[in-house]
């Protein structure tokens, strides 16, 4: 890009920052009217509800903002790349994308604004951004296609056991047909799944809840009141059916580290936090692990957490329920306050804090972190849908 287109991407930024979100409402409309075989890359629930839309709105804003210095963007590019990987985002779909961008930019901004020269400001910035996004997730594919077990693309797996872990979340674990090896996997990442529903194909990523193996994959999915496809696994699916699945991918990962850790979930924000737990509980460092859920018939993996806080002495668990049924046992009722958080914390607050559930939780929990002393850059979270700023 020359000097001058990179000033008058800039130069749309207070457009971005209060009418981005419409562009991009309008974008996605031109998208799926024109190309509908892309519908199946996006989760229609998170458009109904405006979540993708904002979050691709944000990230248009954000790179416009730092087209001077893309290292500025930090993690955004990373959980962009491994989104796209998971659900097997291929540099056929970026020019559709960019089409349709340029298009909605000329459409909802009108030509006295959106002119030739900043349309073709934008589509050199386009252009930027996919090169980098597609040799980066080239990068990762590759490396997945080449690794002891991995693939590239889709493989087909078996439910070899579907079983229930609480009135809403039940875990599949699932073996690859070709009966070969799988991908290691690390604490925290996600696999991408395909179904077809109605002749109709559907991809979702679902965090990986077991430690990695070599030779198989847990998913404990949660089912929503209007999930089409939890719904299809809860009801339709059985031991013996197959799934197509993508390679593990996700950059919310248990990093080295000997400082006390805390694990915060919230519903079924627990998964990725079972296999950080596991693999952290050999190290010796203090682990405290905090989770919090409505009542006792939606908690999933209480009797896992419990055994492994009774062989493991450095582990404390400390459960909250927000609507305890009247035979619960809980550490602490309602929501989970910033004192009954810093009463569960280590007494060191120099330490490695992951937490993952509704965002309002995690805003809530962020919040707490920060009030707290937590070094921010100690503290780690992932979204279950599109990305999204926790202080909006």
Known sequence: MTPEQRAI???????????????????????????????????????????????????????????????????????????????????????????????????VLGAEIATDQVIEAWAQAYGQLSDILIAAEEGVYSANENATGGWRGRRSFKIAQKVVESDEITSFYLVPVDGKPVLVHQPGQYIGLLLRLDGQEVRRNYSLSALSNGESYRISVKREPKGLVSNHLHDNLAEGDEVELFAPSGDFILRESQKPLALITAGVGITPALTMLDAAKASGRPIHFIHCARNGAVHAFKDWVDSQVAAHPQLLRFFCYSEPAVNDQSDAKGLLSREQLAEWLPENLDLDAYFLGPKPFMAQVKRHLSDLGVPGDQCHYEFFGPASALEA
Do not use: W
């Open 9 to 107: 991407v800039k130069s749309t930024v207070p457009l971005l920052e209060t009418g981005g979100e419409a562009l991009t409402r309008h974008f996605y409309a031109l998208m799926f009217s024109e190309y509908p075989q892309v519908r199946a890359l996006f989760n229609q629930t998170h458009q109904a509800s405006g979540d993708q839309q904002r979050a691709l709105a944000n990230g248009v804003l954000m790179y416009a903002k730092h087209i001077d210095h893309l290292d500025a963007l930090g993690p955004l590019v990373g959980q962009i790349v491994s989104k796209h990987v998971s659900l097997n985002i291929l540099p056929e779909h970026y020019p559709i994308v960019g089409s349709c961008l340029l298009r909605a930019i000329r459409e």
